[in-house]
């Protein structure tokens, strides 16, 4: 088992270890251990069964050991994560047979086919007396006694592991009801008349009254010790598919880098890079750290960390995630994070946190698991009197008790949750949606109304050259290429926007403007060509005495009233004209916000822009509630209002600005372009920023917490319905091993489903 993460990060006074957790079999174990380790003073640990680990949050004064003394002592082995590499190893070289939560799955393989090769042959004789010759029953004992012994060895080891103990797992009843199984037909055979030579008896699916000491149970012992390893082996594979993207997230990012140090390249391994060191990336290789590009240009695959697949291009000053490809070109990049720093690593690290998790529902069915085993082996002791009592016959008190310790196993209920999670989580971050862990799935279910950031959410968040609008008389291109000239040394966005315009519409650089002069939130003045050129809003140009006529006063409105930015432009004593630059709509926001309607979800636009500027943009997409006019920092009351109203709140947001929003929501969602501090702040991170994502995000939220739900029904109807038919009689022992190791598998594949989710 990897992890990008860590053995040990501290937080305050508060340090985090992850242990790869070896001896597991059911989520009885894992509830144990976690009690364990949460009597500890400050130690709050969740133990995964399906991941077969456990991450614990301690204070400084509890070391690592102490926790793994802990583990040990309830009788399991606990490995922590090396610290420099974030593995485990792979194996031990104890002698123990360590047995997690499906087992090593080659050994697991081995011992069923030899299972299934010797167990077969006694299951067929019990159930078809046309093949039960003369001292069948010998031959049945053979075969069989191998598969007891040796094939269920990992439950009966288990079983007195935890017997040490005083603790009862779903093996104890597995390993009682086989041991039992096996030791009544050795009396059978041996002080009984099951030994007799041409002993015959048929078979029943439910449960059989015939004469105790002329009945054997030897195809009960074997096929619920092949279902079961088989229940196990299907439980390994399929547990490490929903896995598999999370293992891919760790393996995803380049093993080597080509650095270039005083003109000459030379490859080292990509944990030699530090921060500030030039690398070259040349096409078809991944990009090594997050950067930003000092020379050359090409599209770049950035896939794996957006879920985009279209090639972004990327040239000088542009920035780029580690584990993206270069597709067409090839890049200088100067390293700003390196290894666990970077983007895909942190993705590794939030999926993983997510799939350690637990919360609502997987507690209560870990709770139940517990306690389960103790109660069933109650159940299973009175059932036998029950049968006794009521002149049942010892046969088949035998075999309805035995009925019950095999069918009552709580398996299907401790995986129910954590394989949903994985293969939830793993498959959000292959479509680059971050989700952070249970409650966030459980919250998004919820949800009835979704209040969206606009600028950088609905919109671009990149303000854009729209149009010109020159006063009778001016050129246009005049116009544009004088304004941009006096804006060329202001940083704001703005200006920005206009000097890009005119680049790309003029054509030609632009010269540095003279005695310049900003007026914030006004505009700004230079001398352009030996005339003052005055550059901002309409009213601060009428105020120092510029005459505007009505081209210019309409263009103005006209720019507001459709959520635009006038830049008004003058010289000479009079208005020149307009330059009109916009936050554009993404492409995707309308059909978004469509979507999000279909999902039963209120959309709300909260801004701090003006009125006219967040109608225009709310109409653009189809939304209807607007509230613009908001400061930063009165968001998360806005926010809090619609709560009290009676909302079940989802924000989006990009911004420090939208951090307090988003951490106050009922379901924070943020946008993977925008700022650590909202990221931060959120429950789920779509890291394309397009808004269709977090659609997606939703709907895969939504679809994960109903397999979670299914899973978890289907667990406890299983368990409810099965335990009346084993305890009445209706059941036999060996179909009671298969609907066991069924229902797990079960659980397991439904899981898997989300794999494929779109």
Known sequence: MTSTADATTTVGDTTTARFDIEGMTCASCAARIQRRLNKIDGVEATVNFATGSARVDHPADVSVSD???????????AIARDEDSGTAPAHTDDGHDHMS?????????????????????????????????????WLSLTLAAPVVVWGAWPFHVATVRNARHLATTMD?????????????????????????????????????RGDASSSIYLEVAAGVTVFLLAGRYLEARSTREAGAAMRALAEVGAKEATLLVDGRERTVAVGEVAVGDLVVVRPGEKIPVDGVVEDGRSSVDASVVTGESAPVDAGPGDRVVGASIVVDGTLTVRATTVGADTQIAQIAQLVQRAQEGSAGLQRVADTISAFFVPVVLGLAIVTLAAWLLAGGGVSAA???????????????????????????????????????????????????TVVLDKTGTVTTGVMTLVEV??????????????????????????????????????????????????????GVRGVVDGRTVVAGRLRWLQGQGLSADDTVVRAVSDAESSG?????????????????????VKRSSAEAIAAFRELGLTPVLLTGDNEGAARAVAAAVGIDEVIAGVLPADKAS????????????AMIGDGVNDAAALATADLGLAMGTGTDAAIESSDITVMSGDLSSAVDAVRLARATRKTIHGNLFWAFAYNVAALPLAASGLLNPMFAGAAMAFSSVFVVTNSLRLRRFR
């Open 67 to 77: 926790l793994a003394g802990q583990v040990a002592a309830a009788g399991y082995r």
């Open 101 to 137: 939560h499906g087992g090593d799955a080659a050994d697991l393989r081995h011992r069923l086919r030899v299972s299934a090769l010797l167990g077969i042959p006694v299951i067929a004789l019990a159930m078809i007396p046309a093949l039960q010759f003369d001292n069948w029953q």
């Open 172 to 208: 104890t009843l597995v390993s009682i009801g086989i041991t039992a199984a096996f030791g009544w037909s050795l009396y059978a055979l041996f002080l009984g008349h099951a030994g007799m030579p041409g002993m015959r008896h048929g078979f029943s699916f439910t449960l059989d």
């Open 398 to 448: 035998f075999t309805a008790a035995v009925a019950v310790l095999i069918i009552a196993c709580p398996c299907a209920l401790g995986l129910a949750t954590p394989t949903a999670l994985m293969a939830g989580t793993g498959r959000g971050a292959q479509l680059g949606v971050l989700i952070r862990g249970q409650e966030a799935l459980e919250r998004a279910g919820r949800i009835d």
């Open 469 to 522: 609008v020159a006063a009778p008389g001016v050129d246009a291109d005049d116009l544009l290429r004088t304004t941009a000239t006096v804006e060329a040394r202001s940083e704001h966005p703005i200006a920005r926007a206009i000097v890009t315009g005119a680049r790309d519409r003029v054509g030609e650089d632009l010269p540095a403007p003279a005695d310049f002069v900003s007026e914030p939130g006004r």
């Open 564 to 584: 635009a930015t006038a830049v008004v432009a003058g010289w000479d004593g009079a208005v020149r004209g307009v330059v009109v630059v916009s936050d554009e």
């Open 638 to 649: 806005v926010v809090e209002s619609l709560q009290g109203k009676g909302a079940r709140v």
